[in-house]
């Protein structure tokens, strides 16, 4: 038992138990799964900006925070007691297109070329993670939700808008994926 | 106190989003590059729970724990929003190769430089609110 808990775990694992964050939620306090609103409540508690999509009573949403706070935890446990900083189960297909990007041998859940930041190498990781952290905030918020609150938590309420986003984002996904990163992982 | 649940709840989260290789760059890549189907069948199967919830909490009118009735009010539909944002959103999660609830977990996760991707989106959040009334949505 212990042992299909710390092993990998197949698709039939990982997504009905991430589905369920919509009954947990709900039935905790009628809450709505959704994660990038965080990013609004840190900025209004942490800059206090001046614009008026910022000026609300971030603390009536402390429970938002709280998961957030949650979800750092639970990386830490996912690694210490869960056995999960092993190299992903990826498809032989995949093995054979990050070796045609000159990448090396995955040994663990990152690449190093991407997250292992150091004097000569810190310039491919910056633009990966400031640039793609950047467009997430900025699209996650424009689009009014992520993955979380669009892709699993509108569709499972077939909320029309939570499809039309859901698209979108896979769309922007291929285009970056396929278009943009096999030149940019060459920095 | 109140907010401990949220914070229990939140820690299973990252749990299942680390353990379950979603907060993995690779995985990401594979998934757009149609190499494997896994991470749809996790998003799918993941849609399947909350829509059965849904449809069960309404038909047997649930309740939350603290005796509200349940809210099933979907966010707005927001033409340009969710098409525009969303696309730039799928731009970012491609170069991260994670999305906001992965950037927590991997911080935790111990994937130090996500914190840089963390600042990011909270800078990309801020801008949005600066730029939206002159946005159109």
Redesign the interface.
């Given at each position: 038992m212990w042992e299909a808990i710390t092993g990998?775990?197949p698709?039939?694992?990982?997504?009905?138990?991430?589905?369920?964050?919509?009954?947990?939620?709900?039935?905790?306090?009628?809450?709505?799964?959704g994660?990038?609103s965080?990013?609004?409540h840190?900025?209004a508690a942490?800059?206090k900006?001046k614009?008026?999509?910022?000026r609300y009573d971030w603390k009536k949403s402390?429970?938002?925070l709280?998961?957030?706070?949650?979800?750092?935890?639970?990386?830490?446990?996912?690694?210490l007691a869960?056995g999960?900083?092993t190299?992903?189960?990826?498809?032989e297909?995949?093995h054979a297109?990050?070796a045609s990007w000159g990448m090396e041998e995955?040994t663990a859940?990152?690449?190093a070329e991407?997250?292992?930041?150091g004097a000569d190498n810190w310039l491919r990781?910056?633009?990966?993670?400031?640039?793609?952290?950047?467009?997430?905030?900025?699209?996650?918020?424009?689009?009014?939700?992520?993955?979380?609150?669009?892709?699993?938590?509108?569709?499972?309420?077939?909320?029309?808008?939570?499809y039309?986003?859901?698209?979108?984002?896979?769309?922007?996904?291929?285009?970056?994926?396929?278009l943009?990163?096999p030149a940019?992982i060459a920095l | 106190m109140a907010?401990?649940?949220?914070?229990?709840?939140?820690?299973?989260?990252?749990?299942?989003?680390?353990?379950?290789?979603?907060?993995?760059?690779?995985?990401?890549?594979?998934?757009?590059?149609l190499?494997?189907?896994?991470m749809y069948?996790?998003?799918?199967?993941?849609?399947?729970?909350?829509?059965i919830?849904?449809f069960a909490?309404k038909a047997f009118k649930?309740r939350?724990?603290?005796g509200?009735?349940?809210?099933?009010?979907?966010?707005?539909?927001?033409?340009v929003?969710?098409?525009?944002?969303?696309?730039?959103?799928?731009?970012?999660?491609?170069?991260?190769?994670?999305?906001?609830?992965p950037?927590?977990?991997?911080?935790?996760?111990?994937?130090?430089?996500?914190a840089?991707?963390?600042?990011?989106?909270?800078?990309?959040?801020?801008?949005?609110?600066?730029l939206?009334?002159r946005?159109p949505h």
């Open positions: 990998p775990w698709w039939y694992t990982t997504g009905p138990l991430l589905g369920l964050m919509v009954p947990f939620l709900m039935l905790a306090g009628n809450k709505h799964f994660v990038s965080s990013l609004r840190v900025c942490v800059f900006p614009a008026e999509y910022f402390g429970w938002n709280a998961l957030v706070a949650g979800t750092i935890v639970g990386g830490v446990l996912a690694v869960f999960a900083d190299s992903p189960q990826l498809s297909g995949a297109l990050f995955a859940l990152q690449p991407v997250f292992a930041v990781p910056l633009v990966f993670l400031a640039l793609g952290g950047f467009l997430v905030g900025f699209g996650a918020r424009y689009a009014g939700g992520c993955t979380s609150g669009h892709a699993i938590m509108g569709t499972a309420l077939l909320n029309p808008g939570s039309v986003a859901a698209i979108a984002f896979l769309v922007g996904g291929f285009a970056v994926s396929n943009i990163i940019l | 907010l401990l649940k949220y914070f229990l709840i939140g820690i299973y989260f990252g749990i299942v989003l680390v353990k379950g290789e979603v907060v993995s760059w690779f995985r990401i890549q594979e998934m757009f590059h190499q494997s189907a896994y069948l996790v998003i799918a199967s993941a849609v399947v729970v909350g829509m919830f849904v909490a649930l939350s724990l603290d509200q009735n349940l809210d099933f009010k979907g966010k707005p539909f927001n033409k929003g969710n098409t525009a944002g969303g696309v730039i959103f799928g731009f970012g999660w491609a170069l991260a190769g994670a999305c906001p609830g950037m927590y977990a991997l911080l935790g996760a111990g994937y130090w430089a996500i840089v991707g963390l600042v990011f989106a909270f800078l990309g959040a801020l801008t949005y609110g600066y939206k009334p946005l």
